[in-house]
């Protein structure tokens, strides 16, 4: 039988090959397509808290601020620690949505299937792990070129045979989709203490790599059709972090790139959810099907 649904399907059909018009057509939010190629340059560490008048000797960060759009208080999940705040930006879903709940998380061996080791399963339900904004990128457009560099091993359960092209080599391919995670500050952080000399001089270093790979976009001839974004999984205080408080769950929200405004300070609620779906929208693809955040519209030209 064919059943409402199956007979809204046949209407559309029926109205896109008689009409020229589809009886459907998908909402497209602010920013669809604008953009060849996305990165997304991952901060360890880097609280927002810790951003705020500290751009004045970043000057690749700073361009975020004069070409595009920012916050220093996008938020991220509880707990305020790497794996769960990773996963939400690799997957646009929270850790109750991820199954990601700490550090400890590992994928589980199938025994039961689809059941972590000590958690509840995500809600895409298939696989090991969830569904990253790779796999939902290559689901509807297997062209799609990803590449993914991190430096802190955990991550690496994210990054899935078949679906990441290129793990630790990026730009000599011009991937459409890249994930670039620095360690340093979050290392200096522990080490030094969060806004210590020594965190800051981290901070200057992952400014000057951000430089030197913004030039080698730039050498690549992509740098215009490119969105940026930088964020952090948490921030910290003293040596550590993992509470429910302002240095520890404000983090950056900076984009720049094609139809991004310039000099826009972002006012709207910002999570670390957002930005897999923002980067999917981007490139002209629609958030993964279980993505919870939401495309961060305010950012674009109107
Ligand atoms: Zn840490």
Not at 31 to 51: E, P, R, T
Not at 69 to 88: E, F, G, K, L, Y
Request: charged share 15%; glycine share 10%; aromatic share 14%.
């Amino acid at each position: 039988m064919l059943g409402l649904r199956g007979a809204l399907v046949v209407f559309a059909v029926y109205q896109c090959v008689f009409s020229g018009v589809c009886a459907f057509p998908r909402v497209q939010s602010s920013g669809f397509g604008s953009a060849k190629h996305v990165i997304i340059f991952g901060c360890d560490g880097f609280g927002g808290m810790y951003l705020e008048n500290a751009t004045s000797f970043l000057p690749n960060v700073n361009k975020f601020y004069t070409d595009g759009a920012h916050t220093t208080r996008a938020r991220d999940q509880m707990p305020s620690v790497s794996a769960p705040n990773w996963a939400t930006i690799i997957t646009g879903m929270g850790p109750e949505e991820s199954g990601v709940p700490d550090n400890d998380w590992v994928p589980p061996d199938d025994n039961p299937p689809n059941v972590t080791v000590h958690a509840l399963p995500p809600i895409s339900g298939k696989g090991k792990i969830p569904e990253t904004m790779w796999r939902a990128a290559k689901s509807q457009d297997s062209s799609v070129v990803v590449a993914v560099t991190e430096s802190w091993d955990w991550i690496y359960y994210l990054v899935e045979d078949g679906i990441v092209d290129y793990n630790f080599r990026c730009m000599e391919h011009k991937p459409d989709l890249m994930f670039i995670h620095f360690l340093s500050i979050d290392e200096a952080g522990h080490a030094y203490s969060w806004g210590s000399p020594q965190y800051y001089d981290a901070v200057k270093s992952v400014d000057g790599y951000i430089g030197e790979i913004m030039t080698a976009f730039h050498t690549a001839g992509i740098y215009n059709d490119t969105l940026f974004i930088l964020t952090a999984d948490h921030g910290g205080y003293g040596f550590g972090h993992g509470q429910f408080d302002e240095v520890c769950m404000y983090i950056p929200a900076l984009f720049m790139g094609p139809q991004v405004k310039k000099g826009y300070q972002i006012s709207g609620y910002t999570t670390d959810k957002d930005f897999a779906p923002t980067a999917l929208n981007a490139l002209g693809l629609h958030p993964g099907e279980y993505m919870v955040g939401k495309v961060v519209e305010e950012i674009y030209e109107t």
